[in-house]
């Protein structure tokens, strides 16, 4: 079975300063990967997802993610954080079926908090 | 253009009671996924429907069910109901296949007494 593991239950970080939210995979084959960010009352939402494609992911609201094979990690980095940034942030990675239906099984999450 | 809605948004219910919960997918989706969320850890992953049926199951006994219906909309029922059933359940709509992008309502949180 294939699992990830979000080494930080909890980063703080200062408005304007480099976000980093780590994790690693463990997979048999090539995993497809995906970070998802959960606003406090608010659902779900995908950042970005890697696929096997480009190992450099860019996702939404200046997000991005480096697939390292050699690292087993899939860490999510941002240049500058925002006041906005602060939510659960979660790795995650999918299991396909052999008919083609997958289930995402998702990492226990990292809290950003942003530091005015 | 809506997206997925579910409802109640909370509840509070006892020990050995029953519930059920709705779920309407995004419009155009056909696949409709549960998973729970306890507090302070991620979701996981209930069961999939596709075309009215359980394509997909987590760890989950059997009093969880599902149904969804014609129009892609699903319910999940939780029978006999523990304390430790109180959780975060989050419904998310996909095509089919998914390839990883879910889009998941706000949830309905229930509370077992």
């Known amino acids: 079975a294939q699992s990830v593991t979000q080494l930080d239950s909890h980063v703080s970080v200062s408005e304007g300063t480099p976000v980093l939210l780590r994790c690693n995979y463990s997979?048999?084959?090539?995993?497809?990967l995906f970070w998802y960010v959960q606003h406090p009352n608010k659902g779900l939402q995908l950042l970005l997802k890697?696929?096997?494609?480009?190992?450099l992911v860019k996702g939404i609201n200046g997000f991005e993610a480096e697939f390292k094979k050699s690292e087993t990690s899939f860490h999510l980095t941002k240049p500058s954080a925002h006041m906005s940034d602060a939510a659960e942030y979660f790795c995650v990675v999918s299991e396909t079926s052999n008919f083609g239906n997958e289930k995402l099984t998702f990492g226990t999450g990292t809290r950003l908090t942003i530091i005015p | 253009d809506a997206g997925v809605t579910q409802s109640p948004t909370h509840l509070i219910k006892t020990r050995g009671q029953q519930v059920t919960l709705r779920c309407s997918p995004k419009?155009?989706?056909?696949?409709v996924s549960w998973y729970q969320q306890a507090l302070g850890q991620g979701p996981q992953f209930i069961f999939q429907?596709?075309?009215?049926?359980?394509?997909q199951r987590g760890n989950f006994p059997d009093r969880f069910s599902g149904h969804q219906f014609p129009n892609y909309s699903s319910e999940l029922n939780v029978n006999a109901l523990l304390l430790g059933d109180s959780a975060l359940y989050l419904c998310?709509?996909?095509?089919?296949?998914?390839?990883?992008?879910?889009?998941f309502g706000e949830g309905s949180r229930l509370t077992v007494l």
């Open positions: 429907y596709y075309e009215e049926e359980e394509r």
């Open positions: 997979s048999s084959y090539s995993p497809s």
């Open positions: 419009s155009g989706h056909d696949t």
């Open positions: 890697y696929t096997s494609a480009a190992t």
């Open positions: 998310a709509s996909s095509l089919n296949p998914p390839f990883g992008e879910l889009f």
